[in-house]
């Protein structure tokens, strides 16, 4: 917690001043008080007392005198605040080599009912896209919030040869921003398909950069369980989403170590590419998440869940402190009436 006028501080430095002079006041009232000839007539006197509820409207109102010397400081907190509107792409690898089965029952059904659980958990306002790359990228489901049809979407992927990460992160900020005219084909120096000319072949709109993670409208979730084999530099395209303020969210499945998979007669070792993907989550102020089994898939996609959908951002809580010695008032006020008949 941090201060915006921290100088006022110094002011809470009266509490234990108004301690001392309400000790004072009681010994004060205690020798006011007319001697009796013995203590069975004193006892007699003063019945059974107030007790501890003498003491409790005055330690109420000096919490109350707390809170509201420390209102003045204005405190600032770092909290964690739910996003009104917030648009989550979720880029899905279905290339070949999700159909190992290092990931039971296989990668692709494990992303896929990770992701569904993930959706379902996303508050109704959310919206969700989902984008699917292999050798190409594709959108399968426009930004929603139907629940069902981003489900169904999910339901129809199909594997393809080749993995093109590059080319999911880029079809997603083109779903994200579809008015600066982005396209896979625009990153400089990258060949999407053979015999494909090098370089722009029209300008995006011009925009002008911000600070990385700052965009907190929308946000990229990419799984993927192997290496780029084609399409635009990963990283290139990272350095895109980072421009643009959003965060890309990477997470790996499979093992390190790959597994040996074959289709149609031929047959290749497929490995997680860890170093790629942790340098897009830091190249973008996101975070990498490695899923080496479904459960840990499900458990990354529910720690996602609050991420995604909530940021923390240092707001003054004054008025907090403020109403709290409000009601530390009212109730040494409520209490002292109703016990006492008075207020003091």
Known sequence: MSFVWPALLWALLLLPLLVVLYFWLLRRRRRSTVRLASLAVAKAALGKGPGWRRHLPPLLLLLAF?????????????????????TI????????????????PTRLAASQEA?????????????????????????????TTSRDDVIAAIDRFQLQR?????SGIILSL???????????????????????????????KPFTPVEPGSYASAAIIMLTDGQRTTGPDPIEAAKMAAERGVRVYTVGIGTTQGEVIGFEGWSMRVRLDEETLKNIALITRAEYFYAGTAEDLKKVYASLSSRVVA?????????LFAALGGLFALLAVGLSLWWFGRVA
């Open 89 to 104: 792409i979720l880029a899905m690898d279905v290339s070949g080599s999700m159909r190992a089965e290092d990931v039971k």
């Open 311 to 319: 940021e923390r951002k240092e707001t003054e809580v004054t008025a």
């Open 115 to 143: 992701a569904k659980t993930f959706v379902h958990a996303l508050p109704r306002e959310a919206k969700v896209g989902v984008i699917a790359f292999a050798g190409t990228a594709a959108v399968v489901q426009a930004p």
């Open 174 to 204: 083109a779903t994200l921003f579809p008015d600066q005219g982005i396209e896979i084909q625009h990153v400089t120096g990258q060949r999407n398909f053979p015999g494909e000319p090098i370089g722009r072949k029209k300008p995006e």
């Open 66 to 86: 707390a809170s509201l010397l420390f209102a003045l400081a204005r405190p600032t907190a770092t909290i964690t605040l739910p996003l009104a509107e917030r």
């Open 162 to 166: 080749a993995t093109a990460t590059g």
